[in-house]
């Protein structure tokens, strides 16, 4: 299977589709790594019928032009029908955990009736709860993260740091994406991945990024990505 299939494909069966995260500083460019991909991805034969959903709420996103944008599930939901990409951005920043929540409810709604799976792209997943300081992720986040391989939903988990990620996520992701990240992080995300971290720090500079592979515990690297439109 090729890097790009075990970070992003939705399978039922695969051991390599459990949540994906994205971790790197704000500016290091994960939205443009994540462009790149979701471009490689339509590319691919493998994710013709998958359908990928991108949530942020800042809204930005550098799909294009002709990918929709939306803010409400009603049109979330009838743009998915045609368009294999949708950007959702909400109305009001202070109601996106409901925002987020709703989301991943209606996409279980309709998971199987989506032959190729969908991708669920959380953007700044770190100001949800749970995965700051507050308490637990929501059921619908614990749902998405538990569950979803086995209704062809791939959560992609957008964040600024490791340390970040709950400890709901052990176990329960299969990869890493990481640019520029924090040496304070490193015990954290030996404790939540077990995997050691500490020589590939000093290789994640000038926008070069890895793959840290859960399943297999291996790295890959990469060099900078040129965004292209998907």
């Known amino acids: 299977m090729s890097t790009l299939r075990k970070m992003l ?7 390599h589709s459990l949540s994906t995260a994205f971790a790197a500083r704000s500016g290091s460019g994960k939205t443009t790594l994540l462009t790149h991909l979701v ?11 998958t ?3 991108y949530v942020s709420i800042k809204q930005e996103h550098l799909f294009g032009e002709d990918v929709p944008v939306v803010s409400t ?5 009838k743009a998915m029908q045609k368009e294999p990409i949708v950007t959702f951005y909400p109305k009001d920043a202070a109601y996106y955990e409901e925002d987020i929540d709703d989301i991943i409810e209606s996409m279980f709604s309709i998971s199987d009736d989506v032959k190729g799976g969908i991708v ?8 949800l709860k749970g995965f700051d300081s507050r308490g637990q ?4 986040v614990k749902k998405l993260t538990i569950a979803g391989r086995s209704k062809g939903i791939r959560g992609v988990y957008i964040l600024h740091r490791i340390s970040n990620l709950p400890r709901l996520m052990n176990g329960n992701l299969s990869g890493m994406v990481l640019l520029s990240i924090s040496s304070m992080d490193l015990p954290y995300s030996k404790k939540i991945t077990g995997i050691e971290l500490d020589s590939l720090l000093p290789e994640l500079v000038d926008y070069k990024w890895a793959y840290v592979d859960l399943i297999n515990e291996d790295i890959h690297r990469f060099n900078p990505v040129e965004v292209k439109k998907p």
Do not use: H, T, W, Y
């Open 9 to 15: 494909l939705p399978n039922r069966n695969g051991s």
């Open 39 to 49: 471009g490689q991805a339509r590319r691919d034969k493998a994710f013709k019928e």
């Open 120 to 127: 669920l792209m959380i953007d700044d997943a770190n100001v």
């Open 73 to 77: 599930i009603e049109d979330l939901l």
């Open 137 to 140: 992720p929501s059921p619908s």
């Open 51 to 53: 359908r990928f959903v």
